[in-house]
Each structure stands twice: as C-alpha cells, then as structure tokens.
C-alpha cells in the first residue's frame, strides 16, 4: 500500500527541502505557502533537524518524502523503517541494492501504514545514464516488485521502460528534474517536468530550480504550469 497516485500538476511535484538546517527549512516553507504539496526532507536536514522538522512540515499540511536511503542488513533496515513509520511522512526510501531481504523487512515494517508507501533507489541521478544503466535500473526494479514495494526512485529516463513493464504496480518518483534552461549542477540524469511526466514518473523531485529560485512559489507555480500544458 502506500499514497493515492497523483492525478494533478499539485500533487505530482515534491520540492526537495535540501537545506542545513530547521530555521532554512522553515523559512522554505513559509515561502511555498500553499503552492506545494508535496515537501522532500532528506539526509542533511534530518540530521541537523530530526523528527521536528517532520512534524512541523505535516503541521503546515505538507505530505513528507523521507529521503533516508537506508542501506543496511535487513535487521537494521526493517528497525530502522519502523521507527520512521511512527512519524507523518507518506513515501520513505531505502537503496535496492541493499537486496530483496531488506526490502522484505522494511515492507512489513509498515503493515498498519496503509497511506506509507516504501520505495526503493534503482540508480542515483548523480551517476545514471546510458542503455546500460538502464537496463540495471529494470532489473532493480524487478527485485522491488518481487519485494512488493510500493514504487521506485528512478532516473527519467527508465520511466517508459519500466511503466511499459509495470504500469501502476510500481510508483515512479524521479529526482534530477529540471525546467527548460535550468543548470543541470551535479545530476547526469535529468528531465524537463513535461518531458518525464510524459515517459511515465509519477511524482517528479525538483530541488534548486525551486528552493534556489528569488521566488520560490512562482518558480513551483511555472513548474505547474508547464505540466498543466503537457
């Protein structure tokens, strides 16, 4: 189980909170107002903010991506989502490459959380790209759906290949995404908002675009838009 599968421009966008800490983030947040609807709380504020931040993101109406990429034995996995799974969050991840145990633990972790969907990391966006690795991130995910988790964090680019294998049996939330004209930064792996909605993510994760934008709801609102129009 897991989230309802977006329907809308809103619900498709997850803004990555990437920021040092809970006075950034809330100040981000502040300035997203109600324009987003998703929020994405990832290992650097975690650490820095805790649970807190989690909390005071769901108090402001926000749906939470944990982005915690648990990799361990599954002992540890399983543990670890099942503490997590205690707090507001919706999506929370962990790497496949971990393998179809841990994936198992961490899926039954959150049997009485049937809005908190497990998903889990084919290829970071940082190093993916190629028919090679494209063929790795199916066979990942392959294992995620043998594991029965609710979804995949892959590239873009994989998205049509893995709907034509999976359709909605398998959640697609692709990071690296980028507006027409946006620096691509550290990610090798990237896709305009229509471009990936188009070759079947689910959910897109947009981070600087947005979060280092002089506005960063009206940047959220072009984002919309462009989908809007696809």
Not at 14 to 26: F, Q, W
Not at 113 to 130: E, H, K, M, N, P
Request: glycine share 8%.
């Amino acid at each position: 189980m897991g989230p309802t599968l977006p329907s809308s421009a809103r619900e498709r966008l997850i803004v990555a909170l990437d920021v040092p800490g809970p006075r950034e983030a809330v100040a981000l947040l502040d300035r997203l107002g109600e324009e987003v609807l998703w929020v994405k709380i990832g290992l650097e504020l975690f650490c820095s903010a805790g649970p807190e931040i989690v909390r005071e993101s769901a108090g402001r109406r926000k749906k939470v991506f944990l982005d915690l990429k648990f990799h361990d034995i599954p002992n540890t996995v399983g543990r670890a989502v099942e503490a997590v799974a205690r707090l507001p969050i919706q999506l929370v991840n962990m790497h496949a490459a971990a393998g179809a145990r841990a994936m198992e633990a961490a899926r039954d972790a959150v049997r009485g959380r049937d809005d908190l969907g497990v998903i889990a990391v084919t290829r970071l966006t940082s190093d993916a790209g190629g028919e090679a690795d494209f063929e790795d991130v199916a066979r990942m995910a392959e294992t995620v759906a043998e594991a029965k988790l609710f979804g995949v964090v892959c590239p873009a680019g994989a998205s049509s290949r893995l709907r034509e294998r999976f359709g909605d049996r398998l959640a697609r939330i692709c990071p690296g995404i980028r507006p027409a004209g946006a620096q691509a930064n550290d990610q090798v792996s990237i896709a305009t908002p229509a471009a990936a909605v188009r070759a079947g993510a689910h959910w897109l994760v947009v981070g600087r675009p947005v979060t280092q934008a002089g506005d960063p709801a009206e940047a959220a609102r072009r984002i919309r838009a462009e989908l809007e129009a696809s």
